[in-house]
């Protein structure tokens, strides 16, 4: 499977840092002329990886507030150690596990992904993390399960977010078993061989590629295999616009903006959008919705 192949490269393999940086202001110097010269055409996608600078400055965690800025002002605050994740419902083997104890063996992989916010921005994130399928491996799904349910922790005294009820927490989100099972997601722990920033999402958090940004869920401390679908935090908070299954779709506009185009950060001023891509590029996973239609499942 090219995807396959494709995980296995590093950034290091991709373009060393300091050749990426330079492409980074050619393509910037480029993109510019071509707004000009293209008025009105988005540009081709890359895979060119965000800097950790902006992918640890620029987020959406709202337990430490609403502001773009705010979870790099305010996550330090994220008690991250130790860290226990508890997993219950319908496995062979629950418990409250630490942190490594429930990674221990499994292999930790680089990937580098598209991460698609649905407010229209996206970032490419060097993500260092562990395929979820290996950890439900390890705990044992049963065969009555076919939802998993994610939690993120509560620490009121150190969210101000928690502190102003800005979303109802805990934050909750879900996928199907088989969306939950697909190699393309994760369980990402690092980023540039980094630990992940508080901000980020630590000490772990999901990763879906194809689904829009607040499906990976952040800082997680319970999984729940269970039969029915679970309830997810911004579906909670506003059902029409926000489903249960958000995979990425330049077709479906959300309420109130378009979803055809994004802005890449750190683009610069006068970067042109990018053409957002059906599944965020990742076409592999369309063969989980077959027969479902994308608009009413959206
Ligand atoms: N617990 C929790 N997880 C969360 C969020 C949040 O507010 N709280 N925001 C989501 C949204 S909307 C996005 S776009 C991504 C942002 O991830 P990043 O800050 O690492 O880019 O995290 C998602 N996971
Ligand atoms: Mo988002």
């Known amino acids: 499977m090219a995807y396959r192949w494709m995980n296995k490269l590093t950034h290091a393999d991709v373009t060393p840092k300091t050749a990426y940086l330079n492409r980074r202001q050619i393509l910037a110097g480029t ?31 709202y337990e430490f507030g609403t502001g773009k800025g705010d979870p790099a002002a305010n996550a330090h605050q994220l008690v991250t150690s130790p860290w226990s994740i508890k997993v219950d419902g319908l496995v062979d083997n629950p418990g409250e596990y630490s942190l490594g104890d429930l990674l221990d063996g499994l292999t930790v992989e680089e990937r580098i992904y598209r991460f698609r916010c649905v407010e229209a921005w996206s970032m490419v994130v060097p993500w260092n993390g562990i395929e979820l399928a290996d950890i439900l491996n390890k705990v044992g799904v049963q065969s009555g399960a076919k939802y998993v349910a994610f939690e ?43 630990p992940i920033a508080n901000q980020n999402g630590a000490p772990i958090r999901l990763v879906v590629p194809w689904k829009y940004g607040f499906k990976s869920i952040k800082s997680i401390v319970r999984i729940t295999l269970q ?43 006068f970067a042109p959008r990018i053409d957002t891509q059906m599944f965020n590029g990742y076409d592999e996973v369309a063969s989980l919705y077959e027969g479902m239609d994308l608009a009413e499942f959206y």
């Open 152 to 194: 993120t922790v509560v620490q009121p005294e150190n969210m101000i977010g928690v502190q102003r009820r800005v979303l109802d927490f805990p934050y909750v989100e879900g996928l199907r078993l088989d969306e939950a099972t697909h190699p393309l997601t994760i369980l990402a722990t690092g980023i540039y061989g980094e």
């Open 31 to 61: 993109a510019g002329l071509g707004a000009i010269g293209l008025a009105g055409a988005a540009h081709a996608d890359t895979l060119e990886p965000n800097t950790l600078e902006e992918i640890t400055s620029y987020n959406n965690y």
């Open 227 to 269: 039969e029915n679908e679970p309830p997810t935090s911004w579906n909670k908070s506003n059902a029409r616009e926000y489903g249960f299954y958000s995979n990425v779709n330049p077709n479906i506009d959300h309420p109130r903006w378009s979803q055809a185009s994004e802005r890449r950060i750190g683009g610069g001023l």
